[in-house]
């Protein structure tokens, strides 16, 4: 049997689509996969383009995958940097034999046996595409509803490397997920790069559907029991859809709000479509109808443009949502983006500061509500069997929580009492 090495960068939807793509090729073929690279008959590198960073690595990596790969192995370059470079991967690294793009998954059974191939056609419609079936956790499922972006946030690359958006029809996202269910999984993380615009373009011009009436009718699958999604766009959240959110028991009380800037001068800049204010009005409406509920967001710091007065608002927003978790970057100037050519490009000292402070305060607030995990019960849904002995899984909120245990609780959602926390996990007994 044919092995093969996959590396995934980047969002959930890279983590899907390396799925898709394991599930593709063992369509015609058998593939097991090996975590060694030197045993590998095939490797993939699924890369991220969002920031230069995972960029600049990609070629030292190939650098090193060509040292170490067994003779005739092969390497495929896929993802946004697939698409965003094209082939210009093969004339820098002319040892890749194929370049993939993240809107062209579906190809891969071709590309595999062509030298050289090179699909990143950004107009590709695979919305109605049925991927064959395949889990890295049999007890949970990730689905995506929509491909690409239509927004045009003045930072981000997305758009071009992952295209226009289209919504994939609501027949087959329930089929996708009932499918899950049958086969194990309780849980479906819901994927889009703006999930609650879903609905505003599909290939079929007769479809008609909404985020808040998806999840309505995703939550009718029996034997689904939660439901997430990731991630939604600010300026989408109207009150129909927290309504929802708070009050359907399947949807999980764990949202994703990404920020990216509490300045409403900066948001406009970045074209976000929301003011500060909007996004305080959206985050308190849903705290104080579901108290129970973790929020996380995404920061940009040193984006073109920003003052100390600019930082200082995102500082206050973080004081008022106290987001239980934060992901939060140094702006990184993208190519083919509008913000490359913004004048006053803030200084990496400045930027560096900034990220340090903003990421000190988020760790107080955090370690402060963490502490009050300490005696709380969690409803914890079981997926993974750890080396050391416990189990993990998430309760309905979010949280990853550890429990001494066999495999007996992997698939089961248990009453959990929290005896020890930290800042990125809960440690708890089970209580009869
Ligand atoms: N809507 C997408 C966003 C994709 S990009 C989603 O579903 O997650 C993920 C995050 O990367 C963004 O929210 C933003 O905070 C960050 N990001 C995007 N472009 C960036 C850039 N040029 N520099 C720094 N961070 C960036
Ligand atoms: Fe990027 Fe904005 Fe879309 S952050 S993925 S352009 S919603």
Not at 65 to 90: E, P, Q
Not at 146 to 157: E, L, P, R, T
Not at 300 to 316: A, H, Q, Y
């Amino acid at each position: 049997m044919k092995k093969l090495f996959i590396e995934t960068l980047g969002c959930a939807m890279n983590s899907r689509d390396s799925e898709h793509m394991i599930a593709e090729l063992n369509r015609e073929e058998e593939y097991q996969l090996t975590t060694e690279v030197s045993n590998a008959d095939l490797i993939i590198i699924n890369t991220c383009s969002v920031r230069e960073k995972p960029v600049a690595k990609l070629f030292s990596e190939i650098g090193i995958f060509k040292k170490y790969r067994k003779d005739g192995a092969k390497i495929g370059v896929c993802g946004c940097t697939a698409t965003h470079l094209g082939k210009d991967i093969i004339k820098r690294a002319p040892v890749v034999d194929f370049v993939l793009g993240a809107r062209n998954v579906s190809k891969i059974n071709q590309v595999i046996k062509q030298k050289h191939a090179v699909e990143v056609d950004n107009d590709y419609d695979e919305s109605s595409y049925e991927f064959a079936g395949y889990r890295t956790n049999r007890f949970k499922s990730m689905v995506n509803i929509s491909i690409g972006c239509d927004k045009q946030c003045s930072f981000c690359i997305v758009p071009e490397t992952r295209g226009d958006e289209i919504s994939i029809p609501k027949k087959l996202i329930i089929q996708e997920i009932t499918k899950a269910v049958l086969t194990g999984a309780k849980e479906v993380m819901l994927l889009g790069q703006n999930v609650n615009n879903y609905g505003r373009r599909f290939t079929d011009n007769n479809e008609r559907c909404d985020f808040t009436q998806l999840l309505k009718d995703i939550s009718q699958i029996d034997g689904l029991e939660r439901i997430r999604f990731t991630s939604p766009h600010p300026l989408h959240m109207d009150d129909d859809f927290i309504n929802e959110f708070v009050s359907n028991p399947k949807i999980c009380k764990q949202i994703h709000i990404p920020l990216q800037s509490g300045s409403t001068e900066l948001l406009k800049q970045m074209k976000r479509g929301y003011t500060k204010e909007w996004f305080l009005n959206r985050c308190d409406k849903i705290r104080k109808l579901s108290p129970e509920v973790t929020i996380s967001t995404d920061i940009i710091v040193g984006f073109p443009n920003e003052t100390d007065k600019d930082f200082e608002d995102t500082l206050s927003v973080l004081e008022e949502v106290r987001f239980e978790q934060l992901f939060s970057f140094k702006y990184s100037p993208r190519p083919h983006t509008q913000a490359i050519d913004y004048p006053n490009q803030i200084e990496a000292s400045v930027a560096s500061e900034r990220l340090t402070k903003l990421q000190a305060r988020h760790t107080e607030i955090l370690d402060e509500i963490m502490d009050l995990e300490l005696g709380k019960i969690h409803k914890v849904y079981f997926d993974e069997l750890k080396a050391n002995g416990k189990v993990s899984g998430r309760s309905d909120n979010g949280r990853l929580v550890f429990v001494e245990g066999s495999e007996e609780l992997l698939g089961k959602i248990i009453d959990i009492k929290i005896i020890k926390t930290s800042r990125g996990a809960l440690d708890g007994i089970l209580i009869d």
